[in-house]
C-alpha cells in the first residue's frame, strides 16, 4: 500500500518538506510505501469552473502545470497526505487551487481514500490552516486520520520543524494511525453512500 504526500511549499527542502519526510520515514518502519511529490514554485491555475472535466474525467483541461500529473499519481495510492505552510491563516493558495482541482477533475481516484492535512507554521493560524485543508477531504467521502494533537509543526527558518520536538512526535503518531487505519481497510476506500445523490440549492 502506498500514501502520496504533497509538499504544498514553495521551498522543496522548507520546514513542510521536514514534517513530511518525519511521516515517510514513520511509514516505512510500519511497511508502509509512501511518495512525496512537491507542487514546485512555478505558476498554477485556479479552476476556471469550465466543467470539461466533467464530459472528459480524470483530468483538468489545464495540462500546463503540475496539477494533472500529481493527481494522476493517486490512481495507484490508497492514502493522501497534504502539507503546507501558512500565509495569513490559510493554506498555500497555490496548493488549495491544486486540490481544487484534482478532486474536481479526478474525483474518482481520491473518493473513500483515507486523508490528513498537516500545517506549518511560524507562530499563528495553524488551527485555520488545518481546517482549510480537511474540509476537502469530508466533502469527498474521504476519512479524516488523526493524531495525538492537530497536525500542526512550529518552525520559520530552514530546519526549524525538526526541533519541535512534539510536533514531530505528532506526524509519527499520524503516520501509525494511517498505517493501522489502511491495514485494517485492506487498503480499499471507504463505500460510502449506496443511495442516489440528492443535491439541493437554498435559492430556487
Known amino acids: 500500500m502506498k500514501v502520496l504526500m504533497i509538499n504544498g511549499s514553495p521551498r522543496q527542502k522548507g520546514n513542510t518538506s521536514i514534517a513530511l519526510a518525519e511521516i515517510a520515514g514513520q511509514l516505512e518502519k510500519l511497511g508502509i510505501d509512501s511518495e512525496i511529490v512537491w507542487i514546485g514554485n512555478k505558476p498554477l491555475r485556479g479552476c476556471i469552473a469550465c466543467n470539461t ?59 473513500g481514500k483515507p486523508a490528513a492535512a498537516v500545517a506549518v507554521c511560524r507562530r499563528g493560524g495553524a488551527t485555520a490552516a488545518f481546517q482549510t485543508l480537511n474540509m476537502p477531504f469530508m466533502l469527498m467521502n474521504m476519512p479524516v486520520v488523526p493524531s495525538q494533537y492537530w497536525n500542526i509543526v512550529y518552525g520559520r527558518e530552514p530546519g526549524q520543524a525538526a526541533l519541535d520536538t512534539e510536533g514531530m512526535q505528532t506526524m509519527r503518531t499520524l503516520a501509525n494511525n494511517m498505517a493501522a487505519m489502511l491495514k485494517a481497510t485492506g487498503g480499499k476506500p471507504m463505500p460510502g453512500s449506496d443511495e442516489p445523490g440528492e443535491p439541493m440549492s437554498f435559492i430556487r
Open 53 to 111: 472535466c466533467k464530459e472528459k474525467p480524470g483530468a483538468c483541461v489545464f495540462n500546463d502545470d503540475v496539477c494533472n500529473g500529481i493527481s494522476a499519481k493517486m490512481n495507484d495510492a490508497e492514502a493522501l497526505i497534504v502539507g503546507s505552510p501558512v500565509y495569513y491563516g490559510q493554506p498555500n493558495g497555490a496548493l488549495m487551487a491544486i486540490v481544487q482541482r484534482m478532486l474536481y477533475s479526478n474525483g474518482a481516484a481520491f473518493r
